[in-house]
C-alpha cells in the first residue's frame, strides 16, 4: 500500500515512512493511494473471526514489507485483548441467534487500558511503531495534543518503550480531572511527559504543527505526531467499524445499518468512512457536535468555516478545526452532494447534553458520558426525520466514569471509578504548565533530553 500527500499526490511514502513522520515533506495529510474493497462472501468470513483476527487480515492491506502476516496476528492479538460489546440501553448484547433484535445499540469503545475508543488506534499505533524501531534502532520524539482522551491512550501505549519519548499537551483546566489524572500519572522519570498548556486544544494543536513545521526542531528530536493527522491513528479506527457493522448485519439481513458518532477531529468519522469504502454493509452516519461545529454547518449549508473552539461540557470535542475535514473531501473526491448523501449532523448545547445523560439514566437505567449523549442525541433526532427502518448503532467513545465529577453533578449520584481509574488517582501527578509558545516548547524539550 502506497500513501500520497493530499496537498501534491505525487509525494508518496510506504506505510512505515508515512506512519513515523506523521506529514508528508510539504506538509500534507497521508491518505492511501487506494483501498481495498470486499465481497459479501468475504464480509461474511470476515464477521465470524474474533475482532483481533479481522484487524490483522484488514491491516495486511494497509502496511508494508516490513511488517508479516505474523506480525499482524501477533500485533492484534496484544493490542485488542479487550471486549467490544453492542448493547442496548437494556443491557441486552447484540447477537444473532436473538428471536427479537433491537433497533438501536450502543457499540461501547471503552473497555480498553484507559476507558476509551483512542485505545483502538494507540495501541495498534504503539505496537507498529516499537516493531519498526525495534528493527532500526531509531528513536522518535512523539508529541502529541490532546482534548481529553487521546494523550492518555498514547501515553499508555507507549509508556517504556524503547526509543520513545512522549509529550502530551493538554489544555489548562480544558479536561477532566480524571482524564489530567490519566495523563499526568505516568511516573516523574517515565518517557512520557504532560504539559498543560495555557490555552485551547487550538493553541496545542497549532503548537504541534508549528514543531513540525521547524525543520531544525523537527530534525533534531526526530518528531513524531500521534494525533490523528497520523495516517497510523486513522487507519486502525476504521477496522471496528468493519467489524461491528457485519456483526449487525447477521442480525438483520434486510436493514440497512447507520452509526452515529460523536465527532471533534473527526478521526472516528473518516475511519467509519474508510470502512465504508472497504465494503463494510454501512449505509449513513450521523454526526454530532457541541457548539464547536464546523463539520454540522458544512454539512447544512456547504460552507465550511473553522473558528476558535470554546470550552464544553463534551470536551474532547472542543475543536474549531478539526484535522481530518480533508481526507473526508478525499474520499468523495470533494463532492458535496455525495458527502451530505451519506453524512448528517446535528449540534447541541451543554444543557441538551445534561438533560439526555440525566433521562437515558433515570428513565433507562444506562449511564452515558457527555460525548456519547451528543451522539446519541443526534441518532434520535436523525430517526424523527426519515421512515426507513435501520439498525441503529451509537458509537460510545469513553467510560462516564472519566466525567465523574461532571456526570455525578447531572445524575445526583455518585459515579463509582473502575479499578483502572482509582489507580490513576491513587498515583501521584506530575505536569509542567507552559505558554503555547514554540520557544517554550523547545526549551522543554531540550531540558528532558
Keep these: 500500500m ?33 483501498l481495498p474493497r470486499f465481497g459479501p462472501d468475504e464480509l461474511a468470513r470476515l464477521g465470524a473471526l474474533p475482532f483481533h483476527a479481522c484487524a490483522a487480515h484488514l491491516s495486511r492491506f494497509f502496511v508494508d514489507g516490513k511488517f508479516t502476516d505474523d506480525d499482524l496476528r501477533d500485533l492484534c492479538a496484544d493490542a485488542y485483548d479487550y471486549p467490544m460489546p453492542l448493547t442496548t440501553l437494556d443491557g441486552d448484547i447484540l447477537d444473532a441467534a436473538t428471536p427479537e433484535p433491537a433497533d438501536a445499540y450502543i457499540l461501547e469503545l471503552f473497555h480498553g487500558p484507559t476507558l476509551a475508543f483512542k485505545d483502538f488506534a494507540a495501541r495498534f499505533m504503539g505496537r507498529t511503531v516499537s516493531h519498526l524501531l525495534n528493527k532500526s ?16 491512550a498514547i501515553g499508555h501505549a507507549f509508556l517504556n518503550l524503547p526509543g520513545v519519548r512522549v509529550f502530551i499537551l493538554f489544555p489548562k483546566g480544558g479536561v477532566s480531572s480524571v482524564q489530567e489524572h490519566q495523563l499526568t500519572s505516568m511516573g516523574k522519570n517515565s518517557n512520557v511527559k504532560a504539559i498543560a498548556i495555557d490555552g485551547t486544544f487550538d493553541d496545542c494543536q497549532e503548537l504541534v504543527k508549528k514543531a513540525f513545521a521547524d525543520e531544525d526542531m523537527s530534525s ?23 467489524w461491528s457493522s457485519t456483526q449487525a448485519k447477521a442480525a438483520f439481513p434486510q436493514r440497512p445499518i447507520i452509526y452515529s458518532i460523536p465527532s471533534g477531529n473527526l478521526g472516528n468519522l473518516t475511519g467509519g468512512l474508510i470502512a465504508r469504502k472497504m465494503g463494510a454493509p454501512i449505509n449513513k452516519f450521523v454526526v454530532g457536535n457541541n457548539a464547536n461545529d464546523p463539520f454540522v454547518d ?10 476558535p473552539s470554546v470550552p464544553t461540557l463534551s470536551n474532547a470535542m472542543d475543536i474549531g478545526k478539526p484535522n481530518n475535514f480533508p481526507r473526508i473531501l478525499s474520499l468523495f473526491d470533494g463532492a458535496y452532494e455525495d458527502i451530505t448523501d451519506v453524512c448528517s449532523g ?18 433507562d437505567g444506562y449511564l452515558m458520558c457527555p460525548h456519547t449523549a451528543v451522539g446519541h442525541m443526534a441518532m434520535q433526532d ?10 441503529e448503532i451509537t458509537v460510545s467513545t469513553a467510560h462516564p466514569a472519566k466525567f465523574k465529577d461532571e456526570v455525578e453533578q447531572i445524575i445526583r449520584e455518585t459515579v463509582p471509578l473502575p479499578p483502572l481509574l482509582q489507580a490513576c488517582i491513587d498515583t501521584p501527578s506530575h505536569k509542567y504548565i507552559m505558554k503555547p509558545a514554540l520557544s517554550a516548547l523547545g526549551d522543554y524539550l531540550k531540558a528532558s533530553a
Excluded: C, W
Design 346 to 363: 446535528y449540534s447541541y448545547s451543554d444543557e441538551q447534553t445534561e438533560r439526555h445523560v440525566r433521562k437515558t439514566f433515570v428513565h
Design 382 to 391: 436523525f430517526r424523527g426525520s426519515t421512515d426507513i427502518k435501520y439498525t
Design 298 to 307: 458544512f454539512l447544512n449549508t456547504g460552507k465550511y468555516t473553522p473558528r
Design 220 to 242: 533534531k528530536y526526530h518528531l513524531m505526531s500521534a494525533n490523528s493527522i497520523n495516517v497510523g491513528r486513522v487507519i486502525p479506527q476504521s477496522f471496528y467499524y468493519f
Design 137 to 152: 534502532g531509531e528513536s522518535r520524539t512523539i508529541l502529541v495534543a490532546t482534548s481529553g482522551d487521546t494523550g492518555g
Design 2 to 34: 502506497k500513501y500520497h500527500s493530499l496537498k501534491d499526490q505525487t509525494l508518496q511514502a510506504e506505510f512505515s515512512q508515512a506512519l513515523l513522520s506523521s506529514l508528508a515533506p510539504d506538509g500534507g495529510l497521508y491518505m492511501p493511494d487506494s
